[in-house]
């Protein structure tokens, strides 16, 4: 949604916001140091324990092919996050110098700019991805290069809107006629506006990444077997729901957890 | 007018994004896309070399890059979409059979967003800070951490594995809207019940809310003629952009419960690198957008005489 | 006889007291006015008795309107009277119209829904009301479409439309220009009559002047002084009301003219400026002497902000020159804003602002005795914009711009958010800044007396025919044609 209309409001209760940074930590430490504690081979099958439940040396029991839930738990974990922030690091950086250009040069290069991210607005993602994603060899890099496509369009148009705001206020015409020059006032103006606005959309764009790898990995044109994958993990144990409900539970549950932690880091702003 | 003049511009680039992107699609298609292509059209069987052959110097497939493209967007712009190279069917024919199934999903499921979201939104916006404001807040924010086929996986195994009381897939019957429509529209109604609530709580706190009161009509006179009117422009403007956010989940959401429609399509399109049809479909659902907005950018013109309203992407 | 009493009234937040207690008797046909400055409390006064108080904030009182004895701890018992006993004019009308409905049905429904009138009845009512107030053409206009003095001329005639006898006007001058406001005061006379109440709450002194009737001045939740409107304001017994009007630009003694020697700062020579494709002014040509102070006043509207902006180079003109005494340096021209905390970087600190100029241009050790120099405490420098007074940060903004050793200071109306004390401090603070740093001051403000008393010149800009400026000014300004 545009920017100008942010629906600004009290920032939700700090309560809200470190609530869902321990989350995000909380999973991340699982998928980070469970390995470590209770080693295991994400993808060492053994036919003879398939869906069996939990023990000492899988915690979470064992899948249809009899791998161990917790570790291609753990991996997956590792997988989708990396790939998200990946994405978002780099649209994140392309959508702020793109969208501090555009503000600061204004003209043609405004207008080309702004053109274009109006016109990836009208593409749904998921499409943009896909398209990519057939096109790259290599799924985990069409992912990056895909999803960064799609993310950067946002973090380009928050840029855009704060920095412009910005650079007409009085506070930047003041500071002009004093003699300072653009990277004081980028640094002591415009950043420490845009800072929480980046964060926020971040988070966000994490939370929308890996819910898009995850989603196409349910629909089978996502991450391949046997890659662990939270989302092709889920939709290859559905069918064993009543076999093994604690196998299809502990990713939705994990996947549930971490979009819920980076909802709540990124604080109420709607997009 | 301005305004769509910019529309009109954002459909042309659409278009050309989208071209460009199938047509880099085809030329990095593995194997002999000629071949393929030809394939397509004539059937397997009628395909030889001489065939293959038309259809390479047809669009240029061995010369240089950009005069292949510009003919590629040239067939793009005259609306000559080719053939299916999996069905062997027109692309138009195709989409235009796929379309109706996604349109009744997802016109259905919009419908009921907007009937569960932002009635919500308006009654915790008119209480900022509420009960049921909060409650909303959970809710909402938890529907929102949940992705649309972790809802659609909870509510299979819910209410048609474990209690049977509905169709897990299937096409055809009333019934079988329900699940899927659900699905698409709690997703919806979560974000647009914010988008109501944060309105109604930023509309109640404006002056002209206070002096409608103290002219002295009616809490309900004052919401239902002051209100609502003024709400309606920001959450027209919203549902106009979550069209993407509603075709994304009807890719999903059909590729789930096989419905057979327009997101069905493409996944399957893609799949099987048809280009063609991806390239008909990406086109309609990314014309689809700028229609539904333009429709929108109309409306809210109507109801908000001011101009240009800032929200618009 | 009277229709509006309160009695005892308080207002606390916790355990804090922001009113104290007070009462007040509206009669028929004689305004009653509250004066005050920012915090003074009487906007409180106003919503207590309204039953309007923000949440969180604690009345006390009796409160009795008409025939209703009412107590001002139960604020919900209020809302049946708002339109029908009590009606308030609001502070912004332009922003207190529904911007999405037209003007006469913001009327008719008012006629329709509170007083009961038929669907014709009541449209019939809106347009003889409007016709009335010479709005007949505006009744199918939108808000955005009317200009602030119809929207004001709208909003009285649907805060009214529900029949109430008493009216509370809060505020009904802020932002506007001086004709705009006898204007408003008239007005509001006038619907007043000779059967109906009217309480006015403001800080505007000419305002209160015009309208009259009995006072109450408040200060710090405290009443200082009560009487008719006339003798508190040629005879105030309290020094407090004496250093308020005292601070009213219309009282001020003028400055004394500065000495003009050496080549002007600036040579303002046919200057024209467009804004969006119209001529905001052209043909104005004048100089400002250093040391000097050059004032330019004007309606709003008139381009006097541009004007200023056109001799910092901030805008570009249209045709005409500016030319700047040979050597001046490019950071020789300074700015002071009319929101001051619009003018420094929100989310640092005031001190890091200071020092960052301080350590640009070598001045470090000045910013002591020039926070001296204006009052301000170092402990101001801790904090960040908001949370530092208009009047401190507007100094702290005078400080900013000397850290230059500026050659001019253009101060786009400087005050006009300011409450009269502090106004007149700051005014003050500019001109001895004037005389004491051989500073030129570029003076822009509405207020003509402010401008009148300050300046050693004053070119008066106004859209239609403009006045010869003063003959007897020590720097000349030409006439714009």
């Known amino acids: 949604m545009s920017t100008a209309e942010l629906y ?17 930590i909380l999973v991340a430490a699982v998928a980070l140091i469970g390995p470590l504690l209770i080693p295991g081979d994400p993808l060492a099958q053994s036919l003879l324990k398939a869906l069996s439940g939990p023990e000492a040396t899988a915690p979470l029991g064992y899948d249809h092919l009899g791998r161990s839930v917790f570790h291609r738990l ?20 392309a959508g702020l110098i793109l969208g501090t250009l555009s503000a600061a040069m204004g003209g043609w290069v405004d207008t080309v700019l702004t ?4 016109a990836l607005l009208a593409l749904p993602g998921l499409l943009l991805v896909l398209i990519v994603l057939a096109m790259v060899p290599g799924t985990a890099t069409g992912f990056w290069i895909g999803l960064s496509l799609v993310l950067w369009v946002e973090f380009y148009r928050l840029t855009r809107a704060a920095t412009r705001e910005v650079l007409v206020s009085p506070s930047v015409e003041a500071a002009r006629l004093l003699g300072f020059r653009a990277p004081y006032i980028f640094r002591t ?25 995850a989603a196409l990995g349910f629909v089978h044109v996502g991450m391949r077997a046997p890659t662990p994958e939270l989302g092709l993990m889920m939709v290859e144990l559905l069918p064993y729901w009543r076999e093994a409900p604690l196998a299809l539970l502990s990713p939705a549950i994990a996947t549930f957890a971490l979009l819920l932690g980076l909802t709540l880091l990124a604080g109420s702003r709607e997009t | 007018m301005k305004a769509l003049t910019s529309r009109l511009v954002q459909a042309v680039v659409v ?5 460009t992107a199938t047509f880099v699609m085809m030329r990095s298609l593995p194997g002999d896309a000629a071949w393929r292509i030809a394939a397509g059209r004539y059937g397997y069987d009628n395909v030889d ?5 038309a259809v390479r110097s047809e669009l240029g497939l061995d010369g240089p890059a950009l005069p292949a493209l510009l003919q590629w967007l040239g067939d793009l712009l005259t609306l000559d979409f080719g053939t299916s190279l999996v069905s062997g069917q027109p692309v138009m024919h195709e989409i235009a059979h796929q379309l109706g199934a996604s349109a009744a999903l997802a016109g259905i499921a919009l419908l009921l967003s907007v009937l569960i979201g932002p009635p919500l939104g308006i009654l915790a916006g008119l209480r900022p800070g509420g009960v049921l404001d909060r409650c909303l807040l959970v809710v909402s924010t938890g529907l929102k951490a949940v992705p649309q086929f972790l809802l659609a996986l909870i509510l299979i195994v819910l209410l048609a594995v474990q209690l049977r009381l509905l169709p897990a897939a299937g096409h ?7 699940l899927p429509s659900l699905t698409l529209a709690l997703g919806l109604a979560a974000v647009n019940a914010r988008i109501a609530r944060d309105a109604m709580a930023r509309i109640a706190d404006m002056p002209f809310w206070r002096f409608a009161e103290w002219k002295g009509l009616s809490r309900r006179e004052v919401l239902m003629r002051h209100g609502l009117r003024n709400v309606s422009v920001p959450l027209l403007t919203y549902l106009g952009l979550q069209f993407v956010t509603l075709v994304e989940g009807v890719v999903v959401i059909e590729a789930i419960f096989g419905w057979p429609g327009i997101g069905h399509a493409l996944v399957h399109a893609i799949f099987s690198r048809d280009v063609p049809m991806v390239q008909g479909t990406a086109l309609v659902l990314g014309l689809g957008f700028v229609l539904v907005n333009t429709c929108i950018d109309l409306i809210v013109r109507r109801i908000d005489p001011r101009g240009e309203t800032e929200a618009r992407a | 006889m009277s229709f509006l009493t309160a009695t005892d009234i308080t207002v606390r937040d916790g355990a804090q007291t922001l009113l104290e207690p007070l009462s007040l008797t509206v009669t028929p046909g004689e305004p009653l006015i ?3 400055e920012t915090g003074s409390g009487k906007s409180l006064m106003a919503q207590a008795i309204m039953g309007t108080l923000p949440a969180g904030l604690r009345a006390q009182g009796e409160v009795r309107i008409g025939a209703h004895t009412l107590s001002a701890s139960e604020p919900r018992r209020f809302r049946g009277l708002w339109g029908r006993e009590i009606s308030v004019l609001p502070q912004e009308p332009w922003l207190s119209l529904d911007p999405l409905m037209r003007a006469g049905t913001q009327v008719t429904e008012a006629h329709r829904l509170v007083r009961g009138l038929s669907a014709a009845d009541a449209k019939a009512r809106a347009s003889s009301d409007l016709g009335q107030l010479g709005l007949t053409a505006a009744a199918r206009h939108y808000p955005h479409q009317l200009s602030g003095g119809m929207a004001q001329r709208v909003a009285i005639a649907a805060a009214r439309a529900g029949g109430a006898g008493i009216v509370i006007a809060d505020e009904p001058t802020k932002g506007l220009d001086a004709a705009r406001r006898d204007d408003v005061a008239d007005l509001l006379l006038s619907e007043m009559g000779d059967n109906g109440g009217l309480l006015v709450i403001t800080h505007d002194l000419a305002l209160a002047r015009r309208m009259g009737g009995q006072m109450i001045v408040l200060r710090q939740g405290k009443v200082v002084e009560t009487g008719a409107t006339e003798t508190v304001m040629s005879a105030a017994r309290e020094a407090y009301t004496r250093a308020l009007l005292a601070a009213d630009p219309e009282s001020w003694t003028r400055r004394a003219p500065s000495r003009r020697d050496g080549p002007p700062v600036v040579d303002v020579h046919g200057l024209s400026v467009a804004r969006g494709g119209r001529e905001l002014f052209s043909g104005v040509g004048f100089d400002v002497a250093a040391g000097g102070v050059f004032g330019i006043t004007g309606p709003s509207g008139c381009g006097k902000s541009t004007l200023g902006d056109a001799v910092l180079g901030l805008v570009a003109p249209a045709a005409g020159t500016v030319t700047r005494r040979a050597d001046i340096g490019p950071h020789g021209f300074q700015k002071l804003y009319q929101d001051p905390v619009a003018a420094f970087p929100r989310k640092r600190r005031l001190g890091e602002t200071l020092n960052d100029v301080a350590r640009m241009t070598g001045e470090s050790a000045r910013v002591a005795p020039l926070l001296e120099q204006l009052g301000l405490s170092p402990t101001l420098l801790e904090r960040r914009p908001g949370a530092v007074s208009g009047g401190e940060l507007q100094r702290l903004s005078i400080l900013r711009a000397l850290l230059r050793r500026p050659a001019l200071i253009f101060a786009d109306e400087p005050t006009s958010r300011l409450d009269p004390i502090t106004q007149a401090r700051v005014i003050g603070m500019l001109g001895e800044i004037a005389m004491t740093e051989g500073t030129a001051i570029l003076l822009v403000s509405h207020d003509a007396a402010l401008v009148r008393n300050t300046a050693d010149a004053v070119l008066p800009l106004g859209k239609t025919v403009l006045p010869e400026p003063q003959p007897d000014a020590a720097s000349v300004a030409t006439a714009p044609h």
Do not use: K
């Not at chain 1, 753990?74 to 994140?92: E, F, K």
């Not at chain 1, 053109?115 to 109006?118: E, V, W």
């Not at chain 1, 415009?190 to 790898?213: N, S």
């Open chain 1, 115 to 118: 053109t274009l991210a109006d």
């Open chain 3, 34 to 36: 509250i004066l005050g």
């Open chain 2, 49 to 53: 070399a001489a065939a293959a052959e």
């Open chain 2, 172 to 178: 055809g019957e009333a019934r079988h809207f329900i």
């Open chain 2, 15 to 19: 278009a050309v994004l989208i071209g």
């Open chain 1, 189 to 213: 103006h415009v950043w420490p506006e845009i800072a929480p606005l980046m964060l926020t959309t971040a988070a966000f764009g994490i939370a929308t990444a890996i819910m898009a790898i």
């Open chain 1, 74 to 93: 753990c991996a997956a974990l590792m997988l989708s996050p990396l790939i998200a922030l990946a994405a978002v690091l780099t649209a994140g950086a």
């Open chain 1, 8 to 24: 600004t409001q009290p920032a939700r209760l700090p309560v809200a916001r470190s609530l869902g940074a321990s989350l995000v």
